[in-house]
């Protein structure tokens, strides 16, 4: 096991991750989380540094979200990791256009739809937890994601707009929710490691949806 001392991305209680799985619930707040989103810390972190970190890793300042009725129209921090509060109802288009600096972005449950372009060109993105309550993604949200690895559509998306994934090159593994009806033209267009898809039975798949190499089954 690659054990490793944490803060809990929720809480901020100090736990021991082991990395070399996917999620864990804290000990702390009984909550789960994804391992990828908790924040490295010194092994016997002298307190001033630990306090510092909580801070630093700590919900994202509103002062960094231009937030409008609920909406995030933009992002204008730029730290590599980004926890948004709960009063985000939506994700605005273009949001985090070219976040340079973004490698981990935690959203809340309280979000329901992503827009057109929100994480377009966010090349350092290596991970994503979309949540359950998302029932729209707008085109091209995450297109150019380039480090991203693997994508867990949420149940309540029927369709996978043109571009959603346009040359996520690094992407790997996509998760499709039973409920999914259509995959339209270029959602997975220049994704050149995603080598095969299980995609739910009765799912109609536009021309061009996916790379040529890309062996797509139907359950």
Request: overall charge neutral; some cysteine; charged content about 15%.
């Amino acid at each position: 096991m690659n054990m490793n001392h944490a803060f809990c991305p929720l809480c901020g209680a100090v736990i021991t991750v082991d990395l070399s799985q996917d999620a864990m619930i804290c000990p702390a707040c009984g909550r789960p989380f994804l391992n990828v989103q908790a924040v490295a810390a010194d092994p016997a972190p002298a307190a001033p540094t630990t306090t510092f970190l909580k801070k630093e890793f700590s919900t994202t300042p509103l002062s960094d979200l231009d937030i409008q009725y609920g909406v995030l129209l933009r992002y204008k921090g730029k730290n590599s990791y980004v926890i948004l509060p709960d009063c985000i109802k939506e994700i605005g288009s273009n949001a985090f256009l070219t976040a340079r600096n973004l490698r981990i972005a935690v959203l809340p449950d309280s979000i329901t739809k992503i827009g057109a372009q929100a994480f377009s060109e966010c090349r350092q993105l290596i991970k994503l937890r979309i949540p359950p309550t998302v029932t729209l993604i707008g085109s091209g949200a995450f297109s150019g994601c380039k480090s991203l690895t693997e994508v867990t559509i949420p149940n309540g998306i029927q369709t996978i707009a043109g571009d959603t994934f346009w040359g996520c090159t690094a992407l790997k593994s996509v998760h499709f929710p039973p409920a999914l009806r259509r995959i339209e033209t270029n959602a997975f267009h220049g994704c050149t490691a995603l080598l095969s898809v299980e995609v739910p039975a009765g799912t109609v798949i536009a021309d061009g949806a996916f790379p040529p190499q890309t062996n797509i089954t139907q359950i």
